[in-house]
Every structure is written in C-alpha cells, then in structure tokens.
C-alpha cells in the first residue's frame, strides 16, 4: 500500500516548480497505517506561499489509494542552499535596491526579512546603506552596539528574530561618514566575511539609492541569489529603477521580482481608493515578477519609526498582509531559480 501511495504522490506537482514532490525529494516520510495515509512533505521554504494548494493536492492524491480513508499532512521546511553559497552558513543572499530614495526601500527590506523570519526561516538583514542608515531605527535598536566575539568578528545585534548588522551601530549619532569609494569597499567585505552571521536561509541587504560603489562591492565580493526591485508607481520613479534592472543585468544578478510600494491609499474615513502615484506603474519594468504591491498607510510610517516593523505590530492590516505575501512570493522564486535544475531525488522513508 505503501508503493500505491508513493505512485500518487508522485502525480502532485509543486505548483510553482511544476514538478511532482517525489522526484523534488519533498516528501520526507509517507506510510499508511489502518487505513489512515501519514504524508510529511518538506517544503522548500518555511514561508511557502502555495502551502494550502500543496495540502490539498497531497491529500486528495491519497484518498485516490484504493484502502485509505483518511489522510494526515504535516509538513516540514527546509531551504535549499544555491550550487554555490554566498557565504559560509548563509544560503541565500538577497539585494533590495530601488534606484533612488524616497520609495520606502528600507521599510520593505526590513518588513521582508521580518516575514520570512515570522514564517521560521532563519533570517539577516544588512544595513548596506552606509551614508544613510535607517534599519537600526526601524528595528528599534538605533542605541545597541555591534560587539566582537571570541573570534573577533562583529556579533550582529538580534531584533525581531531577525540578525542584523548596520551602520548606525557602529557610530555616533549623527556622524556623517565622510567616506570614498575604498573605504566603502572595505566597509562591504567587512560586514559580509568578517561577521559571525551564523547559519541562515537568507541575507537581506538593504542597498542604497543609486548604482554605485556600494552594490559593485557586493555583486564583486559574494555570490548573489537575486534582487528585489522596489519602486513606486510614478513615471519619475521608474525611471530609475530601470537603471537599477540595467545595473543587475550587467552584473549578472537575476532579478526576482518588483514590489510596488506606495502603490494605492485607502482613506479612512470614507474608503475611498486614491492611487495617489497611479498604482500599476511597476508593469513598466518589463517581464518581471510581481511581488506584490504595498498599498500606502499611516501605520507603516509610524511602526518604522517606533522600531516595530508592520507586520508585527499590525499584522492585519492591508499594508502587513501584502508585505506578508510579497515576502512568500519572493520566497517561491528563490526556490524556483534554486531547484531549477536539480536532479531527481527519490529518498524516503
């Protein structure tokens, strides 16, 4: 009976990667016992974003199997690391750059990395926005000190399950950084290599506007998974995010997708949707995947500013929850491009 059920798993295709679980190896154990189908699949990522369509396909694939009457789905989470981790321990590192200022990049990056972090994954988020620091702020931490450890590499500081490394812990306040483009170099390869950043599904770095000496160093000094493109609707904004595409493009760093931030307002009082930038401008980009599009919301400022990210102090509002899928979404198409070309798995017990 055992065989019959792996013969139905095996036509379940995850819906993204649009192959069946068994030859992905996500299915960690599957047995059957008085008629009862025990299926646990390993999901490629803690913050699946297609996790209910998967246990509705396992559990109907079971059910198929002539003696079972019921069937119990559990699920487990493991992130594939990329042919080629950027760093020791870390599998994934992720950009979030935008082109220019304004946008809300730094708000995005830091409500990403608390989602993934919220849906388990094991999460770091750098601060690579050296001349303008804000992540420290908006975790609530702009007075903690970056400390060394026994080995002598920065101790990143921890809020919000998230590991975290910026600038503004490692200066006064208020200091400006005076700095040309060497010292930024080294500033980079310090933050990447010479931090105890521990094991971690994925490193988000909050890039600065632009394209420059910052986001050369990085494409320069670690093997990158992908960029999240955050933009606003407006003409004048897109603009130069499409040098930021361009700028991935030439350095070979795929990009996963676009977020529309600031995409729409809802009035309180009356309701009424404003599309204050006119929503939908991100399609201008080009193919590429949209991951979700931010409406505008008193909130998001306020909770940045009182060191709180959204989608934990207002996990249900319209602004969180597209956070929330944005972030699943961005997961899904890491472990799409990671498991693009991975060879058949057949191990389980």
Same mark, same amino acid.
């Given at each position: 009976?055992?065989?019959?059920?792996?013969?139905?798993?095996?036509?379940?295709?995850?819906?993204?990667?649009?192959?069946?679980?068994?030859?992905l190896?996500?299915?960690?154990?599957?047995?059957?016992?008085?008629?009862?189908?025990?299926?646990?699949?390993?999901?490629?990522?803690?913050?699946?974003?297609l996790?209910?369509?998967?246990?509705?396909?396992?559990?109907?694939?079971?059910?198929?199997?002539?003696?079972?009457?019921?069937?119990?789905?559990?699920?487990?989470?493991?992130?594939r690391?990329?042919?080629?981790?950027a760093?020791?321990?870390?599998?994934h590192?992720?950009?979030?750059?935008?082109?220019?200022? %304004? @946008?809300?990049?730094? *708000?995005? $990056?830091?409500?990403?990395? +608390?989602?993934? !972090? /919220?849906?388990?994954?094991?999460?770091? =988020?750098?601060?690579?926005?050296?001349?303008?620091?804000s992540?420290?702020?908006?975790?609530?931490?702009?007075?903690a000190?970056?400390?060394?450890?026994?080995?002598r590499?920065?101790?990143?500081?921890?809020?919000? %399950? @998230?590991?975290?490394i *910026?600038? $503004?812990n490692?200066?006064? +306040?208020?200091? !400006? /950084?005076?700095?040309?483009?060497?010292? =930024?170099?080294s500033?980079?390869q310090?933050?990447?290599?010479d931090?105890?950043?521990?094991?971690?599904?994925y490193?988000?770095?909050?890039?600065?506007?632009?394209?420059?000496?910052?986001?050369?160093?990085?494409?320069?000094?670690?093997q990158?998974?992908? $960029?999240?493109?955050?933009?606003?609707?407006?003409?004048?904004a897109?603009?130069?995010?499409?040098r930021?595409?361009?700028?991935?493009?030439?350095?070979?760093?795929?990009?996963?997708?676009?977020?529309?931030?600031?995409?729409?307002?809802?009035?309180?009082?009356?309701?009424?949707?404003?599309?204050?930038?006119?929503?939908?401008?991100?399609?201008?980009?080009?193919?590429?995947?949209?991951?979700g599009?931010?409406?505008?919301?008193?909130?998001?400022?306020?909770?940045?500013?009182?060191?709180?990210?959204?989608?934990?102090?207002?996990?249900?509002?319209?602004?969180?929850?597209?956070?929330?899928?944005?972030?699943?979404?961005?997961?899904?198409?890491?472990?799409?491009?990671?498991?693009?070309?991975?060879p058949?798995q057949?191990?389980?017990?």
């Amino acid at each position: 009976m055992r065989d019959a059920l792996m013969a139905a798993l095996s036509t379940v295709n995850d819906p993204e990667l649009h192959r069946d679980l068994v030859s992905l190896g996500m299915i960690e154990h599957a047995s059957v016992d008085a008629g009862v189908a025990h299926v646990k699949v390993n999901l490629t990522t803690p913050a699946c974003p297609l996790k209910g369509q998967i246990e509705h396909d396992v559990r109907a694939a079971a059910l198929t199997v002539p003696g079972v009457q019921g069937a119990v789905i559990t699920f487990g989470a493991m992130v594939r690391a990329a042919a080629q981790p950027a760093l020791p321990g870390v599998k994934h590192v992720l950009l979030v750059g935008s082109g220019k200022g %304004g @946008v809300g990049k730094s *708000s995005v $990056a830091v409500n990403l990395a +608390a989602s993934l !972090a /919220l849906d388990g994954a094991r999460v770091g =988020l750098l601060d690579a926005d050296v001349y303008g620091p804000s992540v420290a702020h908006m975790l609530g931490q702009s007075g903690a000190k970056v400390t060394a450890n026994e080995e002598r590499k920065m101790r990143p500081l921890d809020a919000h %399950g @998230v590991r975290f490394i *910026s600038m $503004a812990n490692l200066s006064p +306040a208020g200091q !400006a /950084l005076v700095w040309r483009g060497p010292m =930024l170099h080294s500033a980079i390869q310090q933050f990447l290599k010479d931090a105890a950043w521990g094991e971690l599904d994925y490193l988000i770095v909050d890039l600065p506007p632009g394209t420059g000496d910052v986001q050369l160093s990085l494409t320069q000094t670690v093997q990158v998974t992908g $960029a999240v493109i955050v933009t606003t609707p407006q003409d004048v904004a897109l603009i130069d995010a499409t040098r930021a595409v361009d700028m991935f493009r030439k350095a070979s760093v795929p990009v996963l997708g676009v977020i529309e931030n600031m995409s729409y307002f809802v009035a309180p009082d009356t309701g009424v949707t404003y599309d204050l930038f006119g929503r939908g401008g991100s399609r201008k980009l080009g193919d590429h995947t949209p991951l979700g599009e931010i409406p505008l919301e008193v909130s998001v400022r306020q909770d940045a500013d009182a060191g709180t990210p959204a989608v934990i102090a207002h996990p249900d509002s319209p602004a969180a929850l597209a956070l929330r899928q944005a972030a699943r979404a961005l997961a899904g198409q890491v472990s799409v491009r990671t498991l693009a070309h991975l060879p058949d798995q057949l191990t389980v017990v």
